[in-house]
């Protein structure tokens, strides 16, 4: 099956700095890489999402690249706020019965964001 | 737009009892996940349905374990039995066609 290794697993950062969160999958056949954001006592909400056909996306301060070869996709996040603070989950989805994607996520990051 | 709802939002039980949890998807979502996050981990993924047909389930998914999606729109997920290492949070995850899934809060368990 699909192993996702996600590093590192805490970040802390000062206000207005940089993050970056790398993750490497397994299965060649993944195709579908989603970014999920858990606060504390809520579920993950999607931040942004990737697909196999493209190598990289932005959509304002976060941006996600994949580079297929290598197997190994990362989370940018700029100019971070506190209010960024959570964990940050990455995930590997493969194709499901019905044409769904089901993933496999990382073990999360802990980010930290200093004001 | 009222998002993914579970209840109850935490459940304490005693070991060896039964329990069950309820989702309720975004009403037009007609794929429906459960999932399972123990501390510190990333989301597990258990079973998956599209309308009432449940289409995948993991390995992970014991002979305790029994999910429904009777009518195709809310779901239902039992454990018999239950044991200490079914301590987790449950979480439920909804999706249309072509569209990324959506996780509602979760319900703790908590197996004494």
């Known amino acids: 099956g699909e192993n996702v290794e996600q590093h590192p697993s805490t970040l802390s950062v000062q206000e207005g700095d940089s993050a970056v969160i790398k993750c490497t999958y397994s299965?060649?056949?993944?195709?579908?890489f989603p970014w999920y954001k858990q606060e504390l006592g809520k579920g993950p909400q999607l931040i942004i999402d990737?697909?196999?056909?493209?190598g990289e996306k932005k959509d304002q301060r976060i941006a996600v690249t994949l580079n297929k070869t290598a197997k190994h996709f990362s989370l940018h996040i700029t100019e971070t706020q506190p209010e960024d603070s959570a964990v940050y989950f990455c995930?590997?989805?493969?194709?499901?019965?019905?044409?769904?994607?089901?993933?496999?996520f990382g073990r999360g990051t802990s980010l930290i964001v200093h004001p | 737009d009222t998002g993914v709802s579970q209840n109850p939002r935490h459940k304490i039980t005693k070991r060896g009892q039964n329990v069950t949890f309820r989702c309720d998807p975004i009403?037009?979502?007609?794929?429906l996940y459960w999932y399972r996050q123990t501390l510190g981990q990333g989301p597990e993924f258990l079973t998956y349905?599209?309308?009432?047909?449940?289409?995948?389930k993991s390995r992970l998914l014991s002979d305790r374990f029994s999910a429904e999606r009777p009518k195709g729109s809310f779901s239902t997920l039992e454990i018999q039995r239950t044991e200490q290492g079914d301590s987790a949070m449950y979480l439920c995850?909804?999706?249309?066609?072509?569209?990324?899934?959506?996780f509602g809060d979760g319900t703790r368990l908590s197996i004494l």
């Open positions: 009403s037009e979502h007609n794929r």
């Open positions: 995930a590997a989805s493969r194709k499901a019965s019905g044409g769904s994607y089901i993933p496999t």
């Open positions: 990737i697909r196999s056909n493209v």
């Open positions: 995850a909804s999706s249309s066609r072509n569209q990324p899934q959506h």
């Open positions: 299965d060649s056949a993944s195709n579908y």
């Open positions: 349905f599209q309308n009432e047909a449940q289409l995948e």
